[in-house]
């Protein structure tokens, strides 16, 4: 079993930045892939961005060049650091993980986070 605690969300204005960070205890953290997921009120949870045992990162078009996933295998900890923040990035953001290779779908991660608010102000 995995366990996914988020923190680092909260308030920012239009470009700003923030740093998700997501620690996770369990099994071998380096053997799974870690995304980031989120969810706007009324609508579905969307990809964010996810990276891979492998190594490999992709990212969600809508954040691509604002977004950077990182993860440090020794902390058992992946980071999203969201720059250039734009208020449609306004939402909860979970962090995920799943034992085998990445993908964009979240309902094929296994473990889920609580999830973090992010808002961010016009």
């Known amino acids: 079993q995995v366990q996914l605690v988020e923190s680092g ?4 204005q239009a470009g700003g930045s923030l740093r998700l960070s997501c620690a996770a205890s ?4 380096s053997t799974y892939t870690m995304g980031w997921f989120r969810q706007a009120p009324g609508k ?12 490999g990162r ?5 954040v691509k ?22 208020p449609e990035d306004t939402a909860v953001y979970y962090c995920a993980a ?7 779908s979240a309902r094929d991660y296994e473990y889920w986070g609580q999830g973090t ?5 016009s």
């Not at 799943?98 to 964009?104: A, E, I, V």
């Not at 608010?117 to 102000?121: C, F, L, M, N, Y």
Request: glycine letters at 10%.
């Open 98 to 104: 799943r034992t085998k290779w990445g993908t964009l």
């Open 65 to 86: 060049g604002r977004f950077t996933i990182s993860r440090d295998n020794a902390k058992n900890t992946v980071y999203l650091q969201m720059n250039s923040l734009k």
């Open 58 to 62: 992709i990212y969600a078009d809508s």
């Open 117 to 121: 608010q992010v808002t961010v102000s």
């Open 44 to 55: 579905e949870r969307e990809f964010v961005a996810y990276s891979s045992y492998t190594g």
């Open 26 to 29: 369990g099994r071998t953290f």
């Open 9 to 12: 969300g909260g308030l920012a």
